[in-house]
């Protein structure tokens, strides 16, 4: 009876006021909304299982605790997995990864995803942006990748049996349709001296940059649904040629000349929504010393505040109260 007394006194109380030397400050964490997964698109020659991933993974929830982290896979087995940055058609692989996203349990549940690309991985995440999207991507980061493709293929190490192997077919049949639908490499070759038979064969580079006559006005809708893109280019990169298609610059090595992307009609005619997400602040260009992919935690960690650290609420925003497990990392291998 005491205990019914009492909820009846409550309902009938307006409002409780705490003094003011009893009140608790709210965490300054409290204040941030939940951090949103993070989708990872690993390089040629790597796995989604690597232990530099894991390492990555680890980095992001230290740096913001309570992230999911989900690294792009094309298969469940690792070996088969690099395999497959090697060989496949790129068209079958980016639909697969734009169903396997949109089915995930927690990655389909979530309003926006951040998205991170490491070297040819920043490419092909840009194509899940631009032909499904679902769900969106909000803030983009890509290292070292060559969204402006490569005008030389890359040397393989003494060891690397599986690279040498494709390298022949690649230098000598590269705008073969049997080429272009299997050797993934070729598929984002450009010469800029050829660029008739690079316009004309070219199985993924020429369609997601919207090169060609007719344009596709999805791509350059979803790219603009972008809160930030951001392109980092090593300065010391000798795997990547020409680096600056890191910026999407595009580079003749035969003369020298470097075209820069503000100087290209695919900015000045906005093929892809550059320029508009330019204009708005939306696009960085910053760079890095070392290497291609010669990063250091301090980079990384840097990338990682700056792009995908959610911003406080404001003061009116309902405050979201975390359990513990959200402080546990979570990632997915």
């Excluded at 680890?58 to 070996?79: C, E, H, M, Q, W």
């Excluded at 926006?112 to 983009?140: D, H, K, W």
């Excluded at 972008?226 to 090593?234: A, G, I, K, R, V």
Aim: aromatic share 10%.
């Amino acid at each position: 009876m005491l205990l019914l007394g009492a909820l009846l006194a409550l309902k009938n109380v307006a409002a409780i006021v705490i003094p003011q030397d009893l009140q608790v400050p709210i965490p300054i964490s409290s204040l941030e909304k939940p951090p949103l997964p993070l989708v990872v698109w690993h390089g040629l020659g790597d796995n989604y299982k690597a232990d530099g991933l894991r390492t990555v993974a680890s980095l992001v929830n230290k740096t913001i605790p309570g992230t999911f982290t989900y690294f792009v896979r094309l298969d469940a087995d690792p070996s088969a997995d690099r395999t497959a940055t090697f060989i496949g058609n790129l068209t079958l692989q980016v639909a697969q990864v734009c169903a396997d996203i949109a089915a995930h349990p927690i990655l389909s549940h979530s309003p926006a995803i951040n998205a991170l690309g490491f070297s040819q991985g920043g490419q092909f995440m840009r194509a899940y942006i631009e032909r499904c999207n679902n769900p969106p991507v909000a803030n983009f980061v890509t290292f070292g990748s060559q969204h402006n493709g490569i005008s030389e293929f890359q040397e393989c190490a003494t060891t690397d049996w599986l690279c040498q192997g494709w390298q022949g077919i690649l230098r000598g049949n590269t705008w073969s349709s049997v080429v272009q639908n299997k050797l993934v490499p070729a598929q984002y070759f450009r010469n800029p001296e050829d660029l008739d038979s690079y316009i004309e064969s070219s199985n993924f580079l020429a369609d997601i940059n919207n090169e060609r006559e007719v344009k596709n006005a999805t791509y350059k809708e979803n790219l603009k649904k972008l809160e930030s893109f951001t392109m980092y280019m090593f300065s010391e990169d000798e795997t990547v040629i020409p680096k600056q298609s890191a910026w999407f610059s595009d580079f003749n090595a035969t003369t020298g000349k470097e075209t820069k992307l503000e100087d290209r009609a695919l900015y000045k005619e906005d093929w892809l929504g550059l320029k508009w997400l330019d204009e708005n602040g939306r696009l960085e260009f910053p760079v890095t010393e070392g290497g291609h992919m010669q990063l250091s935690e301090e980079v990384l960690v840097k990338a990682f505040k700056k792009y995908f650290k959610p911003q406080a609420k404001s003061a009116v925003h309902e405050l979201t109260l975390y359990n513990n497990s959200r402080e546990v990392e979570q990632v997915e291998l």
